[in-house]
C-alpha cells in the first residue's frame, strides 16, 4: 500500500502563486502515476496533472496547462504542483493520488488506488 500526504495549501490572492507538495510513502516501487485531482464546492472532483513515476511524463488538464507544472524530485521522493497565476476559479481542496496500474490515459479518477486527506487552496479574486 501507498500512503499519501498532502502540503502547501493557503489562501492567496489572484494572480499570486502557490506550491503544493505531496510525499508518498510505503511500497513507492507499486507507482505507476502520480495524479493531481481537485474539488470545488459542489463539483465533483477533477483531474489537474499527472506524472509518470519512473519515466516523469506529465499530463495536464486544460483548465491549467501553461500555469501548473507537476514534477517530481527523486532524491526526496517528493511529487510537486507549482500553480502560478492562480485564478478564483481554481479554489477547491487538492489531492494527490498514486496509481499503481499500467495505462494510456492517468485523468481517470477511479483508476486510482491510494488517495490523500487533501489540502485547501483558496483563491481571492
Known amino acids: 500500500q501507498v500512503q499519501l500526504a498532502e502540503s502547501g495549501g493557503g489562501s492567496v490572492q489572484a494572480g499570486d502563486s502557490l506550491l503544493l507538495s505531496c510525499a508518498p510513502s510505503g511500497d513507492t516501487f507499486n507507482i505507476y502515476y502520480v495524479g493531481w485531482f481537485r474539488q470545488a464546492p459542489g463539483q465533483e472532483r477533477e483531474f489537474v496533472a499527472a506524472l509518470k513515476w519512473y519515466y516523469g511524463t506529465t499530463w495536464y488538464d486544460d483548465s491549467v496547462r501553461g500555469r501548473f507544472t507537476i514534477s517530481k524530485d527523486n532524491a526526496k521522493n517528493m511529487v510537486y504542483l507549482q500553480m502560478s497565476n492562480l485564478k478564483s476559479e481554481d479554489t477547491a481542496v487538492y489531492f494527490c493520488?498514486?496509481?499503481?496500474?499500467?495505462?494510456?490515459?492517468?485523468?481517470?479518477?477511479?483508476?486510482?488506488?491510494?488517495w490523500g486527506q487533501g489540502t485547501q487552496v483558496t483563491v481571492s479574486s
Open positions: 493520488a498514486a496509481r499503481y496500474r499500467y495505462g494510456s490515459d492517468p485523468s481517470v479518477e477511479n483508476t486510482y488506488n491510494s
